[in-house]
């Protein structure tokens, strides 16, 4: 295999990443716009650096309308870190919290919490392996809690939610993004808190963003590990100690990428045309099926069984031999889950739609 003859990747993450991208950041390599030097090489206290980390934060506002009172910071540890920070920070004045389990991350993250707070599981869709989003009226929400919580895009179960819920009152609304920020428009002033791993829609794993409104930093107990608190981040322009220097300058690169194809809508409108694509072709074949509820299934991960575990492994060894890669399931649900992240090009799902269909003509 050449250099040029790239595979369509359907990882969960870490996943394909924008060749524009993956060709600035080669262009960067030896000798970054005239330093001499690699990003890699860069001292996080250089002006260059600042200058990266400077764009990066700005066009990152720019492309996802983070208000003024929102603090973006640039964080090591991944989404799982979040699952301790979030409460550590969060559970300021009656240490509760109320946790929407939409799937196993939303899970984790309430069995996490449930450390240091009193947390309630307001609704969970396990009874139906995780295949929908539980609806909850509000007269169950907890009137005083400290947040309320929910993951936005079920990695491994393939549900998102739709529209976000509204919490009582000022309670503010925390928010897992971590598999399908920037591939939809949010409006961040609907949420105290968003978070994500990057190595999805933002980069390469190592750098997690955190977007906080100010006044929801500054609370974390006396005890709390320093690179645990908010604050420390905010104060620091999330320079306390060394960042993940190269993680956010490739994160950089994939914010101006995101501008170049014309902002969050954009993509958001291709994400929703490919998800679709893939969707129609499992609803008309003959083989499969999509487990999910069909009004909370996700743009991102979409998930397709055969029936037939045996069928299912043929079906993930010849769309490899086809170059359509990483089509296994998460390895807790089996079957097939094709993840549509934004590098995700058009082309890539009508390759597979095509294998799709071929494969279900051939072994019906
Ligand atoms: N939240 C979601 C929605 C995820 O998909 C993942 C991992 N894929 C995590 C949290 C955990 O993230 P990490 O592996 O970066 O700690």
New binding site residues.
Partial sequence: MSEFDRVYNFS??PSQMPLWVLQEAQKDMLNYHGTGMSVMEMSHRSKDFQAIIDRAEADLREVMGIPDNYKVLFIQ???????SMVPLNLLRKTKKADYIVS?G?AK??AKEASKFGDIKVLASSEDKTFSYIPKVPRSEYTPDADYFYI??????YGTQWKELPVPLDDIPLVV????DILSTEIDVSKCGLIFA?A??NLGP?GV?IAIVREDLIGFAGPKTPILLDYKTYADNGSMFNTPPTYAIYIAGLMFQWIKNVGGVKELQKINEKKAALLYDAIDASTLFTCPTAKEDRSNMNCLFVTGNADLDKKFIAEAKENGLVNVGGHRTVGGMRASLYNAMPYEGVEKLVDFLQKFDKANK
Avoid: P
Wanted: aromatic letters at 10%; a positive charge; proline letters at 0%.
């Fill in positions: 969960a993450g540890g991944g989404g799982y870190m979040q699952f799937g991350w984790k993250s993951c936005h895009n079920n990695t491994l897992d993004m971590s598999s791993g190595q999805k794993a997690t």
